[in-house]
């Protein structure tokens, strides 16, 4: 049986050719919770200098913290991944670390992970001269008092090489949980629906 498509151009494909490209798609999707934990294990081989732990052990750390605030799955796995994106996209990598996540979390979880970067300037934007308020824009965003916490409580705190982290091995069980979900399930995206960060508020 071939299995490469008739055409070159888009454009010219046929029902047959798309159906075929559907079929082979679904074993690679079923394989994005490997790739994910591949480039997790990526980043803690190699990470950028000055800071005092690599950004596995950052994401592992905000994963940590999460968990034991205790947050949900879907906000533990956000902790884990919101710097996913740091090593293909450094310059907007809160961005591209939200669309990995987008099609299984809830819509108010990727939205704090897309956004997370501008929030953090709080903590150290008027050391480069920039504003450090920058997140203002978003006050009257239902998500902002979300993106706030999630910084304060789980991301700018996680770079302490003494904090007892839990290992990859146990926030993959809940990872490949999140990534075996429907893509862009209504019932797992709850648009519009802000959800607590932690079962105690």
């Known amino acids: 049986m071939d299995r490469t498509v008739s055409f070159t151009q888009m454009k010219d494909g046929t029902k047959a050719d798309y159906e075929l490209l559907e079929q082979l798609e679904k074993p690679y999707v079923a394989l994005t919770a490997d790739r994910v934990l591949d480039e997790l294990r990526r980043q803690g081989a190699a990470t950028l200098e000055g800071y005092r732990i690599t950004r596995l052990d950052h994401g592992l750390q905000s994963a940590t913290r999460a968990e034991r605030d205790g947050a949900d799955i879907d906000w533990v796995v956000g902790a884990l991944l919101h710097d996913i994106g740091d090593g293909l996209a450094p310059q907007n990598h809160d961005r591209f670390s939200a669309e990995v996540i987008r099609p299984y979390v809830r819509w108010d979880v990727a939205w704090v992970v897309e956004h997370h970067g501008i929030f953090q300037m709080?903590?150290?934007?008027?050391?480069?001269?920039?504003?450090?308020?920058?997140?203002?824009?978003?006050?009257?965003h239902p998500c902002f008092a979300s993106c706030?916490?999630?910084?304060?409580?789980?991301d700018?705190?996680?770079?302490?090489?003494?904090?007892?982290t839990q290992t990859l091995d146990h926030f993959e069980p809940m990872l490949r949980e999140v990534f075996a979900r429907k893509a862009y399930d209504a019932d797992v995206i709850r648009e519009g629906?802000?959800?607590p960060l932690t079962a105690v508020v």
């Open 193 to 195: 629906y802000v959800s």
């Open 156 to 164: 700018q705190a996680s770079f302490d090489p003494a904090y007892s």
């Open 148 to 154: 706030a916490a999630f910084c304060e409580r789980w």
């Open 122 to 140: 709080i903590y150290y934007a008027h050391h480069y001269g920039w504003d450090e308020n920058a997140r203002d824009r978003f006050r009257d």
